[in-house]
């Protein structure tokens, strides 16, 4: 996941490969509760491993559920319809999937509680769910604003005898979390009844087609009433498989059908979801061919692929009734601006009552990419830049909302070819949390336009930190080139081949398998880190380097670090030699007395013997062998930020680079 402050994503060409889809937050969760309910061991296959799941999982504990998980498995021992724990506060983050059917159930159940959130979780309406709970004789109260959580539950007396009346077209988690609390005193027939059209209709399809995999079997008159039979009781069905999350399907078949596919693939592939799903987006599928994606599907999975010129591409604008997709809808406005013509969403009203108000949301992001856009109280119409020069772009900000940081990372197809920057990128850990690492795994963008930072300077300049903190702060990979150099000298000693034998350095230079992973260096998949960092490493690198067979050998492997989303690159020829295009040059430094002390206090640290002209001695032989040296000298790019840290402290010289960088962006 990408715990960045921002994320800049550079311009994408083409796309390619397959897609495994993390599980369903709609049906993990439900499921989650439905096993905690239940009489018997439930093991939970292919659960989602997101925010909004551990917030349910970490409840289900506080109220004294037995949960054992490994990675996306879970095996919960069902408490039987009865509580073991009375009084408890439980915290529900932004996760309405947990907040809304724990609220019914332990309203129901009895006991004291209090529900709370983060503080979109307290702006999101439940005075109508609070409302039918009451009508039950449910004891609620309010904490902040009337209609709003945090809540306090206690002990009421229940009324089952007159019909629960609940409005439908607030949000479709209210009816739902009634649905799955009222089995649990269902002493007799229990009838809901839904005042208005009710949205959102496909969750509560999955809501009844896993309350019936639990035993229970909801009898319904049409969207207007549904009973609960008398005597109902959660039976675990013993093991259950959540499916992939069709709404997260969206954002790759979208891909799929806007981008161009990398050669010697066909299009995108999607595992996980198919044409047997329960979940109502899937129903994207249809949404999407009629804005031209061909699409074809089996049981468990989707292909995607882009059509031809005026047979598909560009995409064909749409006038759709999306009740039946409202969380996949968002990602058809981020298709709308690759369409011909005037795209209309409607019947959304369920947008304004999610993480955000995703309608004014939509709209305002939508217009930084220069198109126009009118929101209504139910609907959005979105007309997209008139030509690849009238887009623009911006810094999108996500509202904390992860349905929005990955709508518009498809906006990085842009015609105009800009990057597209997508604030708080960590939110998408609600659902998806490596949504873009498995973007950039299938997206290809051109090599110029993958950013590079390059850091060059001398030994013990604090190049290497200072490189990995800034790759750290920007989200990209990291190259270390002097650990190449490093490596190289260290396995071909190993090897028994003399560092003076250019060419067998070189040899082992070319399948070095290597993998850098913050500071620490990996060779083979063992830590090298060490060894490779000593003073006779720093020398023997050195001399390896001083081969030009070694370098030309490195080069290609150094290119290779150039992937998706960027890369900041230390070394001492990164800017002049391995990657002169790069966007930003920077030429570190500091005098060799500093430099000295610096080295001096690290080797001390570690408890080797040294001295401190020692240091200094052999730092001013190395900078005069690397400056001189035929092979690449050590000397700054030309367009070369200088940079010099003598008197810097290594946070005041990242937030240094940080600046440089944001200044040469178009954000």
């Known amino acids: 996941m990408f715990d960045v402050e921002y994320l800049d994503i550079p311009p994408l060409a083409k796309a390619g490969g397959t897609v495994r889809l993390p599980g369903s937050k709609s049906i993990s969760n ?46 919960i021992e069902g408490l039987g319809g009865q509580l073991l724990t009375k009084k408890a506060s439980l915290f529900m983050g932004n996760a309405g999937t947990a907040m809304r059917p724990l609220t019914a159930a332990l309203a129901l159940l009895g006991g004291e509680f209090e529900l709370s959130g983060i503080p979109r979780m307290h702006e999101r309406p439940i005075g109508d769910l609070v409302d039918a709970l009451r009508q039950l004789g449910c004891g609620i109260d309010y904490l902040g604003n009337e209609g709003f959580p945090p809540l306090r539950l206690y002990p009421g007396t229940l009324k089952l005898d007159e019909p629960i009346r609940v409005r439908g077209d607030v949000s479709s988690q209210f009816l739902t979390a009634l649905l799955m609390a009222l089995p649990l005193v269902a002493v007799h027939d229990i009838r809901i009844e839904v005042i208005g059209e009710l949205i959102s209709r496909p969750y509560i399809e999955i809501t009844l087609k896993l309350l019936k995999r639990f035993g229970i079997d909801v009898q319904s008159e049409g969207w207007e009433r549904f009973t609960i039979p008398a005597g109902s009781q959660y039976q675990s069905p013993g093991e259950i498989h959540v499916e992939g999350d069709a709404s997260s399907a969206s954002y790759f078949i979208a891909l799929g059908a806007i981008a161009a596919p990398t050669k010697g693939q066909k299009g995108i592939k999607i595992l996980g979801v198919g044409a047997d799903s329960i979940q109502g987006d899937i129903r994207f599928v249809e949404a999407a061919r009629m804005m031209g994606a061909h699409i074809d599907s089996t049981a468990n999975s989707l292909r995607i692929s882009r059509g031809k010129p005026g047979e598909g591409w560009p995409l064909k604008a749409i006038d759709l009734d999306c009740n039946h997709i409202p969380d996949a809808a968002m990602t058809l406005a981020v298709m709308a601006l690759y369409a011909e013509g005037t ?80 604030l708080d990128p960590k939110c998408v850990a609600k659902t998806f949390p490596d949504y873009f690492e498995a973007l950039f795994a299938v997206t290809e963008a051109e090599n110029d336009h993958i950013p590079v930072i390059c850091i060059d300077g001398p030994t013990a300049s604090g190049k290497g930190t200072l490189a990995a903190l800034a790759a750290h702060r920007l989200g990209y990979h990291y190259l270390d080139s002097g650990a190449l150099y490093r490596l190289s000298a260290f396995a071909a000693a190993q090897a028994g081949i003399s560092l003076d034998d250019g060419d067998g350095v070189a040899g082992i230079a070319r399948t070095l398998p290597v993998r850098f992973k913050g500071e620490k260096v990996f060779l083979d998949g063992k830590d090298v880190s060490d060894a490779i960092r000593t003073e006779a490493a720093g020398m023997a690198a050195s001399k390896v380097s001083a081969h030009p067979q070694v370098r030309t050998a490195l080069l290609e492997l150094q290119h290779g670090f150039r992937c998706l989303p960027g890369l900041v690159a230390d070394g001492r020829d990164m800017g002049t030699v391995v990657f002169p295009g790069a966007q930003l040059k920077i030429y570190l430094t500091a005098s060799a007395e500093h430099r000295a002390e610096r080295r001096y206090k690290q080797l001390i640290s570690k408890g080797n013997s040294a001295t401190l002209a020692g240091i200094q001695q052999d730092l001013e032989a190395r900078d005069a062998r690397d400056m001189s040296r035929k092979a690449a000298p050590l000397k700054p790019a030309d367009d070369a930020k200088l940079l010099d840290n003598s008197y810097l402290s290594i946070e005041n010289s990242v937030d240094q680079v940080i600046d440089w960088w944001q200044g040469s962006r178009p954000f």
């Open 30 to 75: 439900r499921v989650l509760l439905l096993a905690a309910l239940s009489h018997g061991k439930t093991t939970v296959h292919d659960v989602l491993v997101s925010d909004d799941t551990a917030v349910m999982l970490a409840a289900l504990k506080q109220l004294g559920c037995s949960v054992q998980k490994n990675d996306d498995t879970v095996i």
């Open 343 to 422: 795209t209309v969403l409607r019947n959304i009203a369920s947008w304004r009552v999610k993480e955000t108000d995703r309608i004014a949301a939509m709209a305002c992001e939508l217009r930084k990419f220069g198109a126009t856009v009118e929101e209504g109280a139910d609907y959005i119409r979105i007309t997209p830049p008139a030509s690849p020069s009238a887009w623009t772009t911006g810094a999108i900000h996500t509202y904390d909302d992860h349905r929005v940081a990955m709508c518009f990372s498809l906006a990085a197809f842009n015609p105009a070819q800009l990057p597209v920057r997508i």
